[in-house]
C-alpha cells in the first residue's frame, strides 16, 4: 500500500468474523479511500503510520469481548486522522493527548464508561461531531467552548449536573443532546446559540428553564422534561420555527399560546396532569403528531377535528370515557391510542376512517363493531 494513500483502519476484536456489518460498510466505503481490516490482538503494538494515511479508525467488539480500557497514545500521534469510533468497549478515561489530534472532525465513544473529559478536548478545532452517549461522565470540562466547528454534542446517558456557562460559546452548534442526565439547571448562555435547531433534555431537575431559549430563533426540535416544571414558559411562544415540542413534568394545562406554533409537525405533553385539551391545538394544521398520553383528560374536544394533517393520536392512560363523531373528521388519522381509559362505545362514524389503526386495550367495551374488528390493535 502506498504510505501516502488515504485509507480507513477497521480493528475488529475476537470472535467477531473480518467483516463489516451493512453500516459500517456504508461508512468505510468512500471513494478513493482503502478499507483495511485487521484483527485486533494488541493494539499498542501497531505502528500505525505504517498503514498509510489513516484518516479514519473503527474498533469494534462484541458484547463478551470489551477488551478496550484505554485509547493508546499511538492513535493520539496520527495527525491526518479524521473519525475515531471507539464504540461499546471499556474506556474509563480519555487521555490527554487525544488534544494532538487537529485533524479529527467524528469522536464516538458511545457505550464506555468515561467518567471525565481532558481540558484538551478544547484543541480539537476541526471537531463537528462529539459522540458519549451511555457514558459515566458527571461534567463537561469548560474547554468544550473552544470547540467553533462542533455541529452535534451527544451527551445522552451520563451522570452530569451542571453544564458550564461556555456551551455557550459553540457558534456552529445544531443539535445538543442532554437528556438522560440528572441536570440541575441550565446557563442563560444557552441563548447564545444562533444555529442550534435541537435541544434535549428529559429528564431533569430543573424547575425554571431560562428564558434566554427564546431567542433560539432556528430551533426546529425542543424537547423539556422536568419533574419539577409546572407550566409551559410564556416564551415558548416566541420559538416560531419550531416543528417538534415535547415538555412535561407536572404540567396542568395547556396554554393558548400552543396554537400560535404553526409549524408544529409533532406535539407531545405526556406524562403531565392536563385536565382538558385546549381548543387552541385545534389552530396546528401541519401537525402529523399529537401525544396526549398519561395525563388525567377526560373528554376530547371537537376542536381536534380541525387537524386535517394529524395521522397519530396519542390518548392512552386517560380518563376519557366517549370517542366522539367529529374524530371521523380526522380523514389523514391512521393510529389512534385509547388504550387504559373508560371507553364503553365505539360510535359507528369510524367507519369512515377505512385506514385506521384502533388501540382500545383496557377499556370497558362490550360489543364491537364487526366493521372495527379489523382495524383492532392490541
Known amino acids: 500500500m502506498n504510505p501516502k494513500e488515504a485509507m480507513v483502519l477497521v480493528l475488529i476484536g475476537r470472535g467477531i468474523p473480518l467483516m463489516c ?26 505502528k500505525l503510520d505504517e ?15 470489551r477488551s478496550i480500557s484505554f485509547i493508546p497514545d499511538n492513535i493520539c500521534q496520527l495527525k491526518h486522522l479524521e473519525e475515531l469510533h471507539i464504540i461499546n468497549n471499556s474506556i474509563e478515561t480519555i487521555p490527554a493527548s487525544i488534544g494532538k489530534l487537529s485533524s479529527l472532525k467524528y469522536l464516538d465513544l458511545s457505550w464506555n464508561y468515561v467518567e471525565s473529559l481532558p481540558e484538551s478536548i478544547g484543541s480539537l478545532v476541526s471537531l463537528e461531531e462529539l459522540t458519549l452517549d451511555y457514558n459515566n461522565l458527571q461534567k463537561i470540562p469548560e474547554s468544550i467552548g473552544l470547540l467553533k466547528s462542533l455541529k452535534l454534542l451527544n451527551l445522552y446517558k451520563n451522570e452530569i449536573k451542571i ?6 460559546t ?7 443532546i442532554l437528556s438522560g442526565n440528572e441536570i440541575n439547571s441550565l446557563p442563560n448562555s444557552i441563548g447564545n446559540l444562533k444555529s442550534l435547531k435541537r435541544l434535549s433534555i428529559n429528564p431533569s431537575n430543573i424547575k425554571d428553564f ?25 416564551w415558548v411562544e416566541n420559538l416560531t420555527s419550531l416543528k417538534a ?19 408544529l409537525e409533532v406535539l407531545g405533553f405526556m406524562g403531565n396532569k392536563i385536565k382538558v385539551i385546549n381548543d387552541c391545538i385545534g389552530n396546528l394544521n401541519s401537525l402529523k403528531k399529537l401525544n396526549l398520553s398519561n395525563n388525567l383528560i377526560e373528554v376530547i374536544l371537537d376542536s381536534i377535528s380541525r387537524l386535517s394533517s394529524l395521522r397519530t393520536l396519542y390518548l392512552a392512560n386517560n380518563k376519557i370515557k366517549v370517542i366522539p363523531d367529529s374524530i371521523a373528521k ?25 385506514s385506521l389503526s384502533l388501540y382500545l386495550k383496557n377499556n370497558k367495551i362490550e360489543v364491537i363493531p364487526k366493521f372495527i374488528k379489523s382495524r383492532l390493535r392490541i
Request: glycine letters at 6%; zero cysteines.
Open 163 to 168: 453544564i458550564p456557562e461556555t456551551i455557550g
Open 21 to 46: 456489518d451493512d453500516k459500517l460498510l456504508q461508512a468505510t466505503s468512500t471513494d478513493n479511500i482503502n478499507t483495511l481490516y485487521r484483527k485486533y490482538d494488541e493494539l499498542t503494538h501497531y
Open 51 to 65: 498503514f498509510g494515511h489513516v484518516k479514519a479508525i473503527y474498533i469494534r467488539f462484541g458484547s463478551d469481548h
Open 210 to 234: 431560562p428564558e434566554s431559549i427564546s431567542t433560539l430563533k432556528n430551533l426546529e426540535h425542543l424537547t423539556l422534561y422536568s419533574n419539577k416544571l409546572e407550566f409551559i414558559p410564556d
Open 330 to 354: 380526522l380523514n389523514s388519522l391512521r393510529m389512534l391510542y385509547l388504550n387504559n381509559n373508560y371507553i364503553e362505545k365505539i360510535p359507528d362514524s369510524l367507519n369512515e376512517l377505512t
Open 245 to 263: 415540542l415535547g415538555m412535561g413534568g407536572k404540567i396542568k394545562e395547556i396554554p393558548d399560546l400552543i396554537g400560535k406554533l404553526t409549524s
Open 170 to 176: 459553540l457558534p456552529s452548534l445544531e443539535e445538543l
